[in-house]
């Protein structure tokens, strides 16, 4: 382990069309600024992955922002070079994971230089916590598949009358032991 200085940056790749990239779409048929077709549906695969940086809070939620806003903040090269190794990572991640009967919809990753200056991965990669992982045989466009990841601990979120301002109510323990159960399940299906 060695001390890294972060990159402001959340660097989300998505392969597919979730979470709060479906939510933007819905109203204005984009992600993070980047057009999209339309008439797409609800975790519907994208053309292409692409990459959706959001801003690093220090408290609160991240704010997805465009790519453009990222490069004014990091230089263009940096932004260039953060894109590119993200969705190089994602893409064969998710041909891994596909090979095993997983989806990887979409993913983040944190860069930082090390103390030398070398461009380093500095958090959690490919976990159910910075990625979102849905089985593909049960797998459909159109609707919030089922997850491997924390969405299972969102759903349940925004249906206890949370009002996501005050503290969180402390999870129920049929929540905590099923959100345990799908991240052991996706790990020893990944790890297979």
Same mark, same amino acid.
């Given at each position: 382990v060695s001390?890294?200085?972060?990159? =402001? /940056?959340?660097?989300?790749?998505?392969?597919?069309?979730?979470?709060?990239?479906?939510?933007?779409?819905?109203?204005?048929?984009t992600?993070? %600024?980047?057009? *999209?077709?339309? %008439?797409? *549906?609800?975790?519907q695969p994208l053309p292409e992955p692409i990459f959706t940086p959001a801003t690093k809070a220090e408290?609160?939620?991240?704010?997805? /922002?465009?790519?453009?806003?990222?490069?004014?903040?990091?230089?263009r090269e940096l932004a260039d070079? *953060? #894109? #590119?190794?993200? /969705? $190089? /990572?994602? #893409?064969?991640?998710?041909?891994?994971?596909?090979?095993?009967?997983i989806i990887l919809a979409d993913t983040k990753f944190e860069w930082g230089r090390s103390p030398s200056g070398e461009l380093i991965l500095i958090d959690e990669v490919l976990t159910p916590d910075s990625s979102r992982?849905?089985?593909? $045989?049960?797998?459909r466009p159109g609707a919030n598949p089922p997850s491997f990841d924390k969405q299972f601990v969102r759903d349940w979120l925004e249906t206890c009358g949370w009002d996501k301002n005050s503290p =969180? =109510?402390? *999870?129920?323990e049929e929540v905590v032991n099923k959100t345990r159960d799908k991240y052991l399940e996706a790990q020893q299906r990944l790890i297979a």
């Open positions: 001390k890294a200085s972060v990159v =402001p /940056i959340e660097c989300v790749v998505r392969g597919y069309l979730a979470g709060s990239g479906w939510k933007e779409y819905r109203r204005h048929c992600v993070c %600024g980047s057009a *999209l077709p339309t %008439g797409l *549906l609800e975790a408290s609160g939620h991240d704010e997805n /922002i465009s790519f453009e806003r990222m490069a004014e903040t990091t230089g070079e *953060l #894109r #590119r190794r993200s /969705i $190089d /990572i994602y #893409r064969r991640a998710s041909y891994h994971a596909r090979q095993r009967g992982f849905w089985p593909a $045989d049960s797998y =969180p =109510p402390p *999870l129920p």
